[in-house]
């Protein structure tokens, strides 16, 4: 069992910066493959990015490519995403997930959501013009 909680959310001007954090109960951490997924209103939840249990390998959805970067840190069962120069269209939910993987290097990437096993309970992003 693994537990999720985000933080780090809130509001901020296009153009700004803002940094999630996930903080991961359990000691397993290790064993998961960690992503970032967002929800608009309306609309379904999206990847946006995902590292590998090593944190070797990360992968990003094409809107958020260049501008978040996502890390992680085993050591204190962290995962944390970086978000600069963010638009209006960033605004969302944001939802920490893992997945129970044996791909230690991540050369298979998760991006679908039926391939995470928990989530968080969300973090609200939102991006004025």
């Known amino acids: 069992q693994v537990q999720l909680v985000e933080s780090g959310g809130g509001l901020v001007q296009a153009g700004g910066s803002l940094r999630l954090s996930c903080a991961a109960s359990?000691?397993?951490?290790?064993?998961?493959?960690m992503g970032w997924f967002r929800q608009a209103p309306g609309k379904e939840r999206e990847f946006v990015a995902t590292i590998s249990r090593s944190g070797s390998s990360t992968y990003y959805a094409d809107s958020v490519k260049g501008r978040f970067t996502i890390s992680r840190d085993n050591a204190r069962n962290l995962v944390y995403m970086q978000m600069n120069s963010l638009k209006p269209e960033d605004t969302a939910v944001y939802y920490c997930?893992?997945?129970?993987?044996?791909?230690?290097?991540?050369?298979?990437?998760?991006?679908?959501?039926?391939?995470?096993?928990?989530w968080g309970q969300g973090t609200q992003v939102t991006v004025s013009s």
């Open positions: 359990g000691r397993t951490f290790v064993y998961y493959a």
């Open positions: 997930a893992a997945a129970y993987s044996t791909d230690y290097s991540g050369t298979y990437p998760r991006k679908r959501v039926e391939e995470y096993d928990y």
